[in-house]
């Protein structure tokens, strides 16, 4: 499925703001990301598929759009 | 009358009128933080007429907070903010009733400040204190208005308050682990613009009167984001059948006094993390298979004079690659970021490296 992904905060520092991916579910979609980008690993991440968050594996649809959320701790 | 001549834009308001402003001044607000955050909110809540105000802060004015903490002035730096914000918005609004608590939020004092007020305001700035009050909030059944910066961006949302399905969800369900403070940079590391905490301020204001008072649609189970760089925003739904991580909430106040926030957000790395004082040190810097990396700023003295590498914490992330041994010293200037830096190392690279730090640091490696 080619998807969208939207990221935020410090995650697009590393991704950028909005990047296209292809990938049948949420996991395999975080998984290649953790591979290729070694410097989310270990990450608290919050992710949103077509703006619901999700916290199971989830299958995406073509044209889905997945966004990335970190915490932020400033106040 | 002057209470009518001060709210008569609210009176006038359509939607709003007197039975609003009537309720306004019958509810209090606890605001936890006077910074970035907490300054807009206090201002705009106390000139709305809110009946009773409470100010948690235990810090101290820097001149450093006045590009964006908009309530105080240059001639009070090192006093604190909780009396200073107090003493400001007394005089913004005498007919309300303000009280100012000079402390930290604790486990052992948050259940006593909280239970008196009718909503709290979420204007921290780091995880611990975050973590503590969203599980007290919940466990008191306390409607949170949480707001949270990162240098042009924000989310604010409200926690504990049922939607229209009658489900109340917390930060837990969107982070149900702390994440450590390496994560989530702060402002002292990262930077902010100014005006980013007055925007989501005001929308944390925002938030708390239309709870109270009941008008519009506030952001029960929903996390609102907003970048102020090209006003891109976003509104992700929190579904109810999510898990807020039942196992890592402290499942009654007993049990939230005795959980070790400060310990829980982050430190969980920090586990496997050996201390070695100046003479082990010192044996450990002759050792070839032991990396020695220094993550002060690069014009920190004195400069180390045997082999190691220099990375900043704060370019630690981006550096990580040249760590190419399996035993890794890590030291600074105090001990402090040293500790910090391990637990990320740790953190990131995975179990398989030996990672310790200086107790001390150099200063007390100078004095050994």
């Known amino acids: ?75 | 009358m002057t209470e009518i001549e001060r709210y008569s834009r609210h009176y006038q308001l359509a939607g709003f009128g007197k039975q609003a402003q009537e309720q306004l001044a019958k509810s209090s607000v606890l605001v936890i933080g006077a910074g970035g955050l907490g300054c807009p909110v206090l201002q705009y809540l106390v000139a709305a007429g809110i009946g009773k105000i409470g100010i948690v802060d235990h810090d101290t004015i820097e001149l450093n907070n006045l590009q964006r903490q908009v309530l105080y002035n240059t001639n009070e730096v090192g006093l604190p903010k909780a009396k200073v914000a107090a003493e400001k918005l007394r005089l913004l609004n005498p007919e309300i009733h303000i009280s100012e608590y000079i402390t930290y939020l604790s486990t052992e004092n948050a259940v006593g400040l909280i239970e008196g007020y009718d909503v709290v305001v979420d204007c921290t700035d780091n995880f611990a204190t975050r973590y503590l009050l969203g599980d007290a909030c919940m466990l008191l059944d306390k409607p949170l208005v949480f707001g949270a910066i990162y240098q042009y961006e924000g989310q604010v949302a409200v926690f504990n308050v049922a939607g229209d399905n009658g489900v109340k969800t917390t930060y837990r369900h969107l982070f149900p682990v702390p994440p450590s403070q390496l994560d989530a940079p702060d402002c002292n590391t990262a930077g902010v613009l100014g005006v980013l905490p007055g925007t989501i301020g005001t929308l944390q204001a925002t938030e708390t009167i239309k709870i109270l008072t009941g008008i519009g649609k506030p952001l029960c189970n929903r996390l609102m984001t907003i970048n102020l760089l090209d006003y891109t925003s976003l509104i992700l739904d929190i579904p109810e059948n999510l898990s807020a991580c039942p196992d890592r909430i402290p499942k009654s106040l007993q049990e939230l006094e005795k959980t070790d926030y400060e310990r829980v957000c982050g430190a969980e790395s920090l586990l496997d993390i050996q201390t070695i004082d100046a003479s082990q040190f010192v044996k450990m810097a002759d050792d070839r298979d032991v990396l020695i990396v220094d993550v002060r700023e690069l014009d920190e003295n004195p400069r180390l004079t045997f082999p190691h590498v220099p990375i900043p914490l704060s370019a630690l992330e981006r550096n990580l690659w040249i760590i190419d041994r399996k035993k890794v010293v890590v030291v600074c200037q105090s001990g402090k970021r040293s500790q910090t830096a391990a637990g990320f190392i740790r953190e990131k690279l995975g179990e398989t490296y030996q990672i310790s730090h200086l107790e001390g640091g150099v200063m007390g490696l100078e004095n050994a």
Request: charged share 20%; hydrophobic share 45%; glycine share 6%.
């Open chain 1, 1 to 75: 499925m080619k998807i969208k992904i939207r990221t935020f905060g410090s995650v697009a520092e590393i991704l950028g703001t909005e990047l296209d991916a292809e990938a049948i579910d949420t996991d395999s979609l975080i998984a290649s990301l953790y591979k290729s980008y070694r410097m989310l690993e270990g990450r608290k991440l919050l992710i949103a598929v077509n703006n619901t968050v999700i916290q199971q594996n989830t299958a995406l649809q073509e044209n889905d759009v997945v966004a990335i959320m970190p915490p932020y701790s400033g106040g």
